[in-house]
Nanobody, 116 residues
Framework: QVQLVESGGGLVQAGGSLILSCAASGRTRDIMGWFRQAPGKEREFVGAISWSGGNTDYADSVKGRFTISRGNAKNTVFLQMNRLKPEDTAVYYC???????????WGQGTQVTVSS
């Protein structure tokens, strides 16, 4: 079992920044990632990072604006979100898995709202 707890969501104006955190406990996984789901839309991939932090992957929509990093303890992942846009408004979920396309545990989500 893996437990994931996200934090850091909130309300921000367009062009602003937020940083999300996700702490994992229990049996760890190689990959930690972020997904998001906007109202009326399907959940979509945002980005992910390998255990070492040496490999990352991002959705095209966030490349150059969002950065994923691992904490020193490795079981924490951060999502630095810069130049936020109203279309980034969504519930953001942390997930862990054994591959960049294989996730088996999910957090409860944290709301990010970007006002125009």
């Amino acid at each position: 079992q893996v437990q994931l707890v996200e934090s850091g969501g909130g309300l921000v104006q367009a062009g602003g920044s937020l940083i999300l955190s996700c702490a994992a406990s229990g049996r760890t996984r190689d990959i930690m990632g972020w997904f998001r789901q906007a109202p009326g839309k399907e959940r979509e991939f945002v980005g992910a990072i390998s255990w070492s932090g040496g490999n990352t992957d991002y959705a095209d929509s966030v490349k150059g604006r969002f950065t994923i990093s691992r904490g020193n303890a490795k079981n924490t992942v951060f999502l630095q979100m810069n130049r936020l846009k109203p279309e980034d408004t969504a519930v953001y979920y942390c997930a862990v898995g054994f591959g960049f396309d294989q996730y088996d545990y999910w957090g409860q989500g944290t709301q990010v709202t970007v006002s125009s």
